[in-house]
């Protein structure tokens, strides 16, 4: 289905270059001479790069019907990430390049949101926060502040995350996953 230049908006997501966006920010200008166009900050939901786009009154704009479902983490195998549908149990392979640097923060049996465009994994998303495990760090010493620096940590995952200082072996983290994978509080 074509979009008019006036149902550009933020979330809608279109069919671009043989790529799928999601517009993050729309902007209609209606200068005192000329016609009227829409400036757009667009979001490719395979690469995660953003780029502006301008659009005029006679521009065909594809609307892309993005599905999404609710899948689990499974396993990896070969450099495929194995998930399975929540709803209808299907085995759904993704690969290395949709994952992306989120794979470090991949967990057994986590819940996370995967994004289809006519039957091709887009990309998944992670739940903001996950609770992790610290497996191995130096230990912290009594008076130490989470004010007085960092040190890495590694997590049940593998990955190395940087806490604060009176961060212990066997404690419990919660991780923000928005930023990359930083320290957000430790949990009791």
Request: glycine share 10%.
């Amino acid at each position: 289905m074509a979009l008019s230049i006036t149902e550009i908006k933020s979330g809608v997501t279109i069919f671009l270059d043989g790529d799928v966006y999601v517009c993050v920010d729309a902007q209609h200008v209606k200068p005192g001479k000329g016609a009227a166009f829409v400036r757009a900050r667009l979001r490719n939901m395979k690469s995660n790069n953003i780029q502006e786009k301008t659009f005029r009154g006679d521009d065909k704009i594809e609307q892309a019907y993005v599905d999404e479902r609710k899948l689990q983490y499974q396993y990896t195998s070969g450099g495929v990430y194995h998930f399975m549908d929540t709803e209808n149990f299907e085995e759904i392979a993704v690969s290395a390049e949709s994952v992306g640097d989120k794979a470090k923060l991949l967990k057994d049996n986590l819940e996370i949101q995967g994004y289809f465009f006519r039957g091709d994994t887009l990309s998944i998303a992670l739940p903001n926060f996950i609770e992790f495990n610290i497996m191995e760090t130096e230990p912290g010493f009594k008076g130490d502040s989470s004010k007085s620096g960092n040190k890495p940590a590694r997590i049940d995952t593998g990955a190395t995350i940087q806490v604060p200082l009176f961060i212990n072996v066997g404690d419990k983290i919660k991780v923000d996953t928005r930023t990359g994978g930083t320290y957000a509080e430790r949990i009791n």
